[in-house]
Nanobody, 118 residues
Framework: QVQLVESGGGLVQPGGSLRLSCVAS????????MNWYRQAPGKERELVAA????????NYRDSVKGRFTISRDNAKNTVYLQMNSLKPEDTAVYYC???????????WGQGTQVTVSS
């Protein structure tokens, strides 16, 4: 059974930092592209960052470029999202997503809440 478990969310003041983690189990982690998405209340889920199987970052949405960094440790089956200089508009539930080599190999975590507020 595939599981993606996110952690690291919480309440932080504007300008602060958080590091999200997603631990995967039940899949060949190093064969999956790993993504971070987020969904704010009343908005659609959007891609935040994506990393290749080998760990090279391949995509960031424009609004987080220079502030967020995605990385992965294939030995630990874990993908991270380091978030710096957080803004209130970064407030959302953040989801980990694993995408494999067939259309049915697409898995999601349960999400972790990030709230940026003073």
């Amino acid at each position: 059974q595939v599981q993606l478990v996110e952690s690291g969310g919480g309440l932080v003041q504007p300008g602060g930092s958080l590091r999200l983690s997603c631990v995967a189990s039940g899949l060949a982690f190093n064969r999956y592209v790993m993504n971070w998405y987020r969904q704010a209340p009343g908005k659609e889920r959007e891609l935040v960052a994506a990393t290749t199987r080998a760990g090279g970052a391949i995509n960031y949405r424009d609004s987080v470029k220079g502030r967020f960094t995605i990385s992965r440790d294939n030995a630990k089956n874990t993908v991270y999202l380091q978030m710096n200089s957080l803004k209130p508009e970064d407030t959302a539930v953040y989801y980990c997503n694993a995408v494999g080599w067939t259309s049915d190999r697409n898995y999601w975590g349960q999400g972790t809440q990030v709230t940026v507020s003073s």
